[in-house]
C-alpha cells in the first residue's frame, strides 16, 4: 500500500520507502481501463463513425447525361437525406411563349416528399422527361438527350 493518499484518478501514489503489492497494480490497472473506456464510449463527446462520416463526407457532387427516356434511374453512392438535381449551363426555369409552357431543369428531392421531376428511394434517384409539350403546362426536362446533369445528394 502507498503511504501516501491516492492520486486525483484514484491510482496509488507511492514514496521511495514503499513497497508496491501486485494488487495495487492490478487495482491501478482496472481502475484506468474502467475509467478510459467510459471516456472513449462517451458519444456526448467523441464523435460515432457514422458522425465522422457524416462530417467527412457530407455530400457528393456526380453527373449524368440524359437519355431523353421519360425516367432515367440513377445510382448514388449512399441513400441520401436530400438531393439537388440541375442540367448544367441552363437556367432552373425557361418559359417558352410560342409554346406557352415552362421547361424546368431543377428539382430536389428529400425522403419525405420531391419537388417536380425527381424521386428518391433508396440510394436511386430517378429522374424524369416529359414526353410531350402541352400549352399551359410545366415540363420536366430532367432527362434531355445528350445533355449533361448535376446532382449533390447530401447525408
Known amino acids: ?3 501516501n ?3 486525483s484518478l484514484g491510482l496509488n501514489s507511492w514514496v ?5 503489492m501486485r494488487g495495487d ?5 482496472t481502475l484506468l481501463d474502467s475509467l478510459l473506456a467510459a471516456h472513449f464510449g462517451n458519444t456526448q463527446i467523441h464523435l460515432s463513425p457514422e458522425d465522422r462520416t457524416l462530417l467527412t463526407q457530407a455530400f457528393t457532387v456526380g453527373s449524368y447525361y440524359g437519355n431523353g427516356e421519360a425516367s432515367q434511374v440513377i445510382t448514388l453512392p449512399f441513400a441520401p437525406r436530400f438531393v439537388l438535381v440541375f442540367m448544367e ?11 406557352g409552357y415552362n421547361e424546368n431543369s431543377f ?5 419525405t416528399g420531391e419537388s417536380r421531376g425527381v424521386s428518391l428511394s433508396e440510394g436511386k434517384l430517378t429522374v424524369y422527361q416529359t414526353q410531350n409539350a402541352q ?3 410545366i415540363l420536366n426536362n430532367l432527362n434531355s438527350d445528350t445533355m449533361s446533369y448535376l446532382y449533390v445528394a447530401f447525408r
Open 107 to 111: 428539382a430536389a428531392a428529400a425522403q
Open 89 to 99: 449551363g441552363m437556367p432552373a426555369n425557361d418559359y417558352f411563349p410560342g409554346g
Open 5 to 7: 493518499n491516492k492520486t
Open 135 to 137: 400549352a399551359g403546362g
Open 25 to 29: 497494480f492490478v487495482a491501478d490497472n
Open 16 to 20: 521511495g520507502t514503499d513497497k508496491p
Open 1 to 3: 500500500m502507498p503511504t
